[in-house]
Structures are given as C-alpha cells and as structure tokens.
C-alpha cells in the first residue's frame, strides 16, 4: 500500500534550471494536488486536477505547469527556476466518493534553488 | 476566498498536562469541513481529526478532541494527557463541500513537549 509517491525528495537546482516533481498514486483517487509549504508557513495550492486531463490553477500557480495524462500521475514542472521556488511540495490525493474522506499526501520535496 | 488563521505560532505543554490549540476561520459558506494536521518532522501530513460544520457535536478522536464555535467561526484544538510524541507542527485546514477537496491551512501552531 504505497499511497502517495513523491520522487525526488530533497533536489538542489540553480537559478534558470527546469525540473519535474514525480508524483503517482495507487489508490485510484480522482482528485489530485499540488502543494507547496514555505518555511514557518501552511501549505499552499499550486494546481489540482480533478481527472485525467482535467487541471486548474490553485493560489499560486506561477512559474509551474502540470499536465494529468493518466489517473495515477500528476507531474509538476518549473520552468526557469528563481530563488522563490525553494519550498517544500507536497503532492496529495483526495477520493470523490459521497462520504467525506481525507486527503493523504505524499511525504514531500525539499526544493533549494541557488 | 476563505482565510484561516492560527495566532499561536509556538506553543509548549508538560507531558501528561492538556493544551489547546486556536484556530479560527473566516468563510460565506454554510457547509464546510474543518480539520487538524499534525506534521512531525519526518514531514509526513497526519490527519489528527476533522469536523463537519453541520454537526453540532464536537469530533473527538482518543486524546484529541475540537471545540467548534460554528457561529465565533472557530475551530480549537484540545490535546489531553500530552505525549512526547504528539510535540509536532499543527495546522488547521478549511475545506469547501461540493468543491475540489482542495484544503485552505493556516500558517500552523509548533508544539512542544516537555518532559
């Protein structure tokens, strides 16, 4: 029972440079998200998907793209990496089911960007 | 867009002793769910407990147990018999029904405790 996989988990990038945040899910949740947690604050929504092909900006989208190809899958992507983005992500799950569930999330990235 | 706010950056309590966590939160919706995360510093996000706004009545899971002030739009969290494992950052999460499940948190509350 993996839940949520986050790979990598600690990445230093320099300024400019692009990457990909792995996340997949084996629970065959429909709901997708992506979080990021800046030191001695809450979690912020980046983007969610809701379904395969299907994804909206959160609070603080900029600087980051993702695409829902699969209903496992949901890679972030930062283009051009700046000082800002050193964060911790997190990417989480939710089921649709009627029932209120919660959302488990993976165990997180720890991003620096030099 | 909703806001939730926690005005106790630290916090520290004696094992065994009780403490209480403050959250409050600021939304037009009528129904809503609220929930407490603990995140210790593996960074796992641990669902402590959660709370449905049409419930009158207080969740409570083991040690923890919320105060839900639906109309003051505050939602604390009480911790009895305090465990060193339970020393952690806790946040407080807002979340819409019917929407995305996305979670609205709060900017966490760290706890100590001391032996």
């Known amino acids: 029972n993996a839940g949520v996989t986050q790979t990598p988990k600690f990445r230093i990038l320099k300024i400019g440079q692009s990457m990909t945040l792995q996340c997949t899910q084996d629970?065959?949740?429909?709901?997708m998200y992506w979080y990021r947690q800046d030191p001695g604050m809450g979690l912020k929504l980046i983007y969610y998907?809701?379904?395969?092909?299907?994804?909206d900006k959160g609070e603080v989208p900029n600087g980051y793209n993702v695409s829902r190809s699969t209903t496992e899958d949901f890679p972030l992507r930062l283009e051009l990496a700046a000082p800002s983005q050193t964060s911790v992500y997190f990417c989480?799950?939710?089921?649709?089911?009627?029932?209120?569930?919660?959302?488990?999330f993976g165990q997180g990235t720890r991003l620096t960007v030099v | 867009a909703q806001t939730v706010t926690q005005s106790q950056p630290e916090m520290s309590v004696q094992e065994a002793e009780t403490v209480t966590l403050s959250c409050t939160y600021d939304?037009?919706?009528?129904?809503?769910?609220l929930f407490w995360y603990k995140q210790p510093p593996s960074r796992q996000m641990i669902l402590v407990i959660r709370?449905?706004?049409?419930?009158?009545q207080n969740a409570t899971e083991n040690r923890f147990s919320v105060n839900f002030q639906k109309a003051a739009k505050s939602f604390s969290l009480k911790i009895s018999d305090s465990q060193l494992g339970d020393a952690a950052m806790y946040f407080c999460?807002?979340?819409?029904?019917?929407?995305?499940?996305?979670?609205?948190f709060g900017s966490g509350t760290q706890l100590t405790v001391l032996p």
């Open positions: 989480a799950s939710s089921s649709t089911g009627t029932a209120d569930t919660e959302a488990f």
């Open positions: 629970m065959n949740h429909n709901y």
């Open positions: 998907s809701v379904g395969a092909g299907i994804t």
């Open positions: 939304t037009s919706e009528s129904d809503y769910y």
């Open positions: 709370q449905e706004a049409y419930k009158q």
């Open positions: 999460a807002y979340r819409r029904a019917g929407s995305a499940r996305q979670l609205t």
